[in-house]
């Protein structure tokens, strides 16, 4: 009998003023698997644990099947966990591993059969008979899915229970999940930090960022209408280019965004979505591009709704069915919180008894003399945080603004393109795939579905 979960308002306090969870409400039917996703600290290993009754809840109310369970010991919750480092008993052979919980619900009960009929399932029969040191990872995982499987639990919890295998083991291990979890219909929650398994496996995907909810949708819709800009960024590989921008809107005239150095034109009649825009004459925006919206090509190629842009070649990542060039359009970078920060430049090392750059900064510095839009490595452009109080203003367009040393946007080509490093190219931006963040991130284009359309 699997079971449906609801948290409401639930908050978890370590000492007086760290909150590790804050307000956390979640409604998850029976038999749904879940994804809880956020980077390393957010918290969604903590909301897992007090679901378990491995940690107490310090404000809010948990229900398993609408009754409230805050103090239900967790023995009595029917649900089993599968734990990152596998937890499995050295000294005891798979077979016992996986037939353990059952000895202690039932003493007395032979439960070979069942311990037998979850090593088929799992394909690890012919090692039932061994030690856990004596498996590989997948088969030890196996080993530790077979023991929360033998105990037909209401639902299961994992707890990143593919983060110690390696790249290859873990999209076979993620594969088997994803059918083993369908076959039993067993509500499933799943812990990870990894995008590629909240994407692939979840019904639903729910996003953490320092311990507070941020969206929680399907897959599908966590890529396409991401909330706030920290889920941009954190949903979809590459990440999304996010720009700092502003909308310059006249009174006559074309309505555009100013990228810095560039402006996107907005096409006229203007969509429901663009007028939205308007409101935001002269506030700092981010402006946040798929790198499947922009694609290299020149101006006499473009479709309707693609506008023009122009980018200088940084480099190439060659993936084998693609490829992603990295582009200097002469915008500023937005950098988001949580997922990283402006990175200081380390001062050189020099040896004793010489003072000026070193030979290698000099080659450098030469090389990048000689590429167009490029300055040395030892000047760097600003970088806006999200949160800057008090950040350039970028609605002063200015073409002789010094040029920005990093690519500011990854673009999806074939494989078979060439480019030569340097090289100024032209670029066309899908504008129906464009996202616009206002400057508390929250998504203003495409517009929040709840929010009243403005009538032409």
Do not use: W
């Amino acid at each position: 009998m699997t079971r449906a979960i609801s948290l409401h308002s639930v908050s978890k306090v370590y000492g007086r003023t760290t909150r590790a969870v804050d307000r956390f409400s979640l409604d998850i039917d029976p038999g749904e698997f879940v994804v809880l996703l956020g980077p390393s600290g957010c918290g969604k290993s903590t909301v897992l644990r007090m679901i378990a009754g491995l940690e107490d809840i310090t404000e809010g109310e948990l229900l398993l099947d609408g009754e409230r369970a805050n103090l239900l010991p967790p023995r009595d919750r029917e649900m089993a966990m599968v734990f990152q480092n596998f937890a499995l008993y050295p000294n005891m052979t798979n077979r016992d591993n996986i037939g353990f919980p059952l000895s202690l619900q039932s003493p007395r009960q032979d439960s070979s059969a069942r311990v037998e009929a979850t090593a088929r399932m799992l394909g690890i029969e012919h090692v039932l008979d061994r030690y856990p040191s004596q498996l590989s990872g997948g088969e030890r995982q196996r080993v530790a899915m077979g023991r929360a499987i033998s105990r037909r639990p209401s639902a299961f919890l994992m707890d990143e229970p593919l983060s110690n295998l390696d790249s290859k083991l873990r999209n076979h291990v993620r594969a088997e999940i994803a059918q083993l979890t369908a076959e039993l219909g067993v509500t499933t929650i799943y812990v990870t930090h990894d995008q590629a398994e909240a994407m692939s496996l979840g019904d639903r995907v729910a996003v953490m960022r320092g311990g507070v909810l941020q969206q929680v949708s399907s897959p599908r819709d966590t890529y396409a209408l991401p909330r706030n800009v920290f889920v941009a960024a954190f949903i979809g590989t590459p990440r999304i280019n996010l720009l700092q921008a502003v909308v310059y809107a006249p009174l006559e005239g074309r309505m555009s965004i100013d990228l810095g150095r560039q402006r996107l034109p907005l096409p006229e009649p203007l969509s429901p979505d663009h007028q939205l825009l308007r409101i935001q004459q002269g506030r700092k925006i981010i402006v946040g591009l798929r790198s499947e919206a922009a694609r290299i090509a020149p101006p006499s190629q473009a479709r309707p709704g693609e506008v023009a842009l122009s980018g200088i070649v940084e480099h190439m990542e060659y993936q084998g069915h693609e490829a992603l060039v990295h582009l200097n359009t002469g915008s500023q970078p937005a950098v988001v919180p949580d997922l990283e920060s402006p990175r200081l430049r380390a001062a050189p090392r020099r040896r004793r008894g010489r003072s000026g750059p070193g030979v290698l900064e000099r080659l450098r510095d030469r090389a990048a003399a000689h590429v167009p839009g490029r300055v040395p490595a030892n000047v760097s452009g600003p970088v806006v945080a999200l949160d800057d109080p008090e950040p350039e203003n970028p609605a002063t367009y200015t073409p002789d603004r010094p040029a920005i040393t990093s690519s500011d946007l990854v673009v999806r080509t074939g494989p078979d393109m060439r480019l030569r490093t340097g090289a100024q190219v032209p670029l066309l931006v899908d504008l129906a795939h464009l996202y616009v963040f206002d400057d508390y991130g929250q998504r203003i284009c495409p517009a929040p579905m709840d929010m009243p359309g403005i009538d032409t």
